[in-house]
């Protein structure tokens, strides 16, 4: 099967209202509600696997002045999230909401089951009202609901199992589908893939821009959430950094992660599934584009090599692991993004991505949260350190560690690392957390 750059931004760059991990969640409860009566609530479950559940235990959730916690999600989701807005579910919350989703709360009507053996992206809810017991089943992508059941019954027609996000249709086999032919797939075809980009295309590219920017200018306006955006802006105002390319992309990347972090009521345009992967594989570009003479159209195509790069990596480590794809697969896309807007040719570009792949393999994820700004203003900032070495010719050998002669090889290195080397190490950092947690 073949595929187009068009079939690759349908499928993985989409605006997206908060985590997606918590969204999908509610998401998963919004649809579960629907199906039943306008009854009042008896009682919400959720199961999650524990991806799901280490990325959405402990960021905050828009609309909501700061809560957190996936049974939150769930609540705000069954009592007035709306499912055929899909990643943007939570958009219709507001105070009487959050209010209601609070009571539901207090009065222990939700709870979250952690499935411990489940592997890949999975949301289950289970919502009773009305004398009705509705469920609905999310896998392998955020928005992708695979099943809807109304008192044990499976409902095998319903809009919402179509899966439509605005630019065309996905599901997870569509996903699967493009994910093998993109394994398959050298450098200089992935770059081919930018030639074809049309109007349209551009213009979807454009409101990235714009989503991702507006989150960062919150963010530098507000000092919410960790406040490392703002920070490194003082800094430089107060000479104590330089303002140049690299603190221009961690200032305008982290700002907008500390504002998505602190449950700003703003969507991301997200990258592979991910808000801050798309903040990653955008705003580092964008920054750059102050330093130097490209068109927008140049700007354009470098964002969506920087998503193409992004989908591909991902497609070796999986949506969710134990790396921080933030750091090792948006961030490569945006280091390859940057080597080709400042006229690298494909060695320079194929540089980038080695060096900033051998630089940040072993940034974990540790979950969502407010520090997670941190780590976009190191993917940010290294981003653009690996382009300006490449482009003057300081690329790591192929003897180094998990480099190889070929950009594709050394990301496929970063799945491999990911997916059979770091098993443990994601069953670690949940049980701390977990262990945190229930401690406290």
């Given amino acids: 099967m073949e595929f187009s750059v068009k079939d690759i931004l349908q499928m993985e760059v989409t605006p997206a209202l908060g985590c997606t991990e918590p969204v999908a969640i509610a998401l998963a409860a919004a649809a579960a509600r629907s199906l039943t009566d306008s009854g009042s609530i ?8 524990p991806n799901v559940y280490k990325n959405g235990v402990a960021v905050a959730i828009p609309g909501t002045d700061g809560l957190c916690g996936l049974d939150t999600a769930a609540a705000l989701g069954a009592v007035g999230g709306d499912p055929a807005l899909r990643l943007e579910v939570l958009e219709p919350v507001d105070k009487q909401i959050v209010s209601q989703a609070r009571a539901l709360l207090k009065d222990g009507k939700v709870k979250v089951h952690l499935l411990t053996d489940q592997r890949g992206l999975y949301v289950k809810a ?53 994910e093998s032919w993109l394994k ?10 930018i030639d074809d980009l049309d109007k349209p295309d551009l213009d979807f590219i454009q409101e990235g821009i714009v989503y991702n920017q507006r989150l960062a200018q919150y963010g530098l306006k507000h000092g919410c959430g960790l406040g490392v955006g703002k920070t490194l802006q003082r800094l430089v105002r107060q000479r104590l950094l330089k303002k140049d390319m690299m603190s221009a992309a961690r200032i305008l990347t982290s700002a907008a992660a500390d504002a998505r972090m602190a449950g700003v009521k703003m969507a991301a345009m997200s990258s592979a599934g991910s808000g801050n992967h798309g903040l990653t594989a955008i705003l580092p570009i964008v920054a750059v584009k102050d330093f130097v003479t490209a068109e927008l159209k140049t700007l354009h195509e470098a964002i969506a090599l920087s998503h193409i790069i992004t989908g591909y990596i991902k497609a070796f480590t999986g949506r969710l692991s134990a790396v921080c794809g933030c750091s090792v ?16 040719d494909s060695g320079h570009i194929a540089g980038a991505i080695k060096n900033l792949i051998v630089d940040l393999a072993g940034v974990i994820c540790d979950g969502a949260k407010a520090s997670c700004a941190l780590k976009l203003a190191t993917a940010g900032g290294t981003a653009i350190q690996a382009a300006l070495f490449a482009l003057q010719n300081v690329i790591v050998s192929p003897t180094d560690g998990i480099a190889c002669a070929t950009p594709e090889g050394t990301m496929r290195n970063i799945g491999t690392l990911t997916t059979e080397g770091m098993i443990a190490t994601d069953q670690t950092i949940l049980n701390i957390m977990l262990e945190k947690r229930f401690s406290a």
């Fill in 42 to 49: 008896e009682t919400i479950q959720v199961w999650v696997d």
């Fill in 126 to 178: 289970l919502v009773k009202s009305g004398g009705h017991e509705a469920q609905s089943v999310i896998e392998h992508l955020h928005d992708n609901l695979t099943g809807l059941f109304l008192d044990g019954e499976k409902i095998d027609e319903h809009p919402l199992l179509e899966n439509a996000n605005g630019r065309g249709s996905k599901s997870g086999k569509d996903l699967a589908a493009l």
């Fill in 184 to 193: 398959e797939l050298r450098l200089s075809q992935l770059l081919g893939l």
């Fill in 329 to 344: 697969a948006a961030g490569a896309g945006a280091a390859a993004g940057v080597a080709y807007m400042l006229g690298g």
